[in-house]
């Protein structure tokens, strides 16, 4: 009876926090629009922008240089520079033969945006309609209020959201998924990992992270019809859609059902060992983000789970609930799961690209596996000690501002690292919530969210002029 009464008392609670939810989403949108279109007054931008920083200009034969410049006015053509060209004709005429690289790009985006009859230019709406919708499902799915969203809307990649990627698509069928399993409806699950498969190669990251999940659990609790039949439930929706989009491609022309994965030749990713030496990215911009969260979310992910692993090895005995997980929790089940969807991102960059960092922050920062686990782990976090969270944050920024210093790659500090800033900034903000002088910690909340609007404008405006690709 209780419990039927709280229930009652929370539906109104909740309605307010999702409106508010949607509010700050949609100021995300409004302000980025605001910014934009104001920096393409030469009044405007030469008397604010423009006094720290400069815009790319294509100088032609792969060039690129910088000029004070406003930004770009937003045209059907310059939207799809970079892979944004890729998705454009898939959309379009579908895959060909003759034109194989596209074969590295999946087909759902391409076939919703054609759906809409969305022209390049306003493709960003649809874009950004899918990553909000997804987002607030996982919002209300985990309880989470407008201070969470901040958070995430303040990553400094969310541009990947608005440009024409796959990466909003994803974002909300994987959502749908995340939603299907935490309410036991597994039809559900099925139908948003069968479209978030075929929005994007989920083949080589999430079967891998179910099979290590499932290891590490069997490992514990020796249940091994429990869990072949999980793998089974876990992995078919995704060989499903992969099946699907091989199935299309094949139908379309290429010489082979794993065409995805073949002509990825064209990108040079090989299995090798990363050089640490020479970090380097396509752009300095993505470079400024990448390297803090290489040290700041990659190393320390590596070394949790092997904790997590020693744990269930029983190698770790003492009682240890941060390393403890168990199958039956489904919350602890996710976040595993989660764990090695993220581990496996990195791996894909850090392994196959000798040593350039180019898409980490894209498969990391703008992916639901990352989100879910921001909202969903975020009270166990600070559940640990004050101490601990400042050492931790405190040698954890070091050594990525000292990789940063060292690096050949770094240029002289500009307003291009500003990402690095916002990254930063982020982390101590999500370590520390619960930060006595709650009015200075929103202000610095509130800070970074706009800062990070003004840094999405930036990023969106380099698009068009077909700067270096930070995505």
């Not at 059907?76 to 892979?83: A, G, I, P």
């Not at 454009?88 to 003759?98: L, P």
């Not at 996982?138 to 990627?165: E, G």
């Not at 979310?297 to 744990?311: Q, R």
Request: glycine share 6%.
């Amino acid at each position: 009876m209780e419990k039927q009464q709280n229930k009652i008392y929370l539906q109104p609670l909740k309605k307010i926090v999702m409106k508010k939810n949607f509010l700050l989403c949609l100021a995300f949108f409004g302000g980025f629009w605001i910014l934009f279109w104001s920096f393409q007054s030469k009044n405007v931008y030469f008397n604010t922008l423009g006094k720290i920083s400069s815009n790319y200009v294509y100088l032609g034969d792969g060039d690129r240089g910088m000029e004070k410049k406003p930004y770009e006015v937003i045209t059907n053509d310059n939207v799809l520079n970079w892979d944004g060209e890729h998705y454009y004709s898939i959309k379009e005429k579908g895959y060909v033969a003759n034109e194989d690289w596209r074969f590295a790009f999946f087909p759902l985006f391409p076939y919703i945006w054609k759906l809409t009859g969305l022209t390049p230019s306003y493709v960003m709406l649809l874009n950004f309609l899918m990553f909000v919708g997804g987002l607030l499902l996982l919002a209300f799915l985990f309880n989470q209020k407008w201070d969470k969203l901040i958070l995430v809307l303040a990553l400094p990649m969310m541009v990947v959201f608005l440009i024409p990627y796959t990466e909003a698509t994803f974002f909300l069928m994987f959502s749908i998924a995340v939603w299907g399993y935490m309410k036991d409806r597994y039809w559900l699950f099925c139908l948003g990992m069968i479209l978030a498969s075929v929005s994007r190669n989920t083949l080589l990251l999430i079967i891998p992270a179910i099979l290590c999940t499932e290891i590490l659990f069997f490992i514990k609790e020796r249940k091994i019809k429990t869990s072949l039949y999980r793998i089974f439930l876990g992995c078919l929706p995704v060989l499903i859609g992969t099946a699907t989009v091989s199935l299309i491609q094949y139908g379309s022309g290429s010489e082979s059902l794993f065409s995805f994965i073949e002509v990825q030749k064209y990108w040079d990713h090989r299995l090798s060992l990363p050089n640490f030496g020479n970090l380097n990215d396509w752009s300095h911009e993505s470079y400024g983000i990448n390297i803090p969260i290489l040290f700041m979310i990659g190393f320390p992910l590596f070394f949790y789970l092997v904790a997590i692993a020693c744990k269930q090895f029983n190698i770790i005995k003492k009682d240890a609930p941060c390393f403890s997980f168990s199958s039956d929790n489904k919350s602890d089940y996710l976040t595993l799961f989660l764990l090695f969807c993220c581990f496996a991102a990195f791996c894909s960059v850090i392994l196959f690209q000798s040593g350039n960092l180019h898409g980490l922050s894209r498969y990391v920062l703008c992916s639901p596996y990352f989100v879910v686990l921001v909202l969903l782990n975020h009270q166990k976090i600070i559940s640990h000690s004050l101490k601990k969270r400042i050492i931790t944050f405190v040698v954890l920024t070091l050594l990525s501002l000292i990789a940063f210093a060292i690096m050949k790659y770094t240029s002289a500090i500009r307003f291009h690292y500003i990402g690095y800033l916002i990254i930063v900034s982020i982390m101590a903000l999500y370590l520390f919530s619960d930060f006595r002088q709650k009015r200075f910690y929103n202000i610095c909340l509130f800070f970074t969210f706009l800062l990070n609007i003004l840094w999405t404008t930036y990023l969106y405006n380099q698009l068009l002029c077909n700067g270096w690709n930070y995505a």
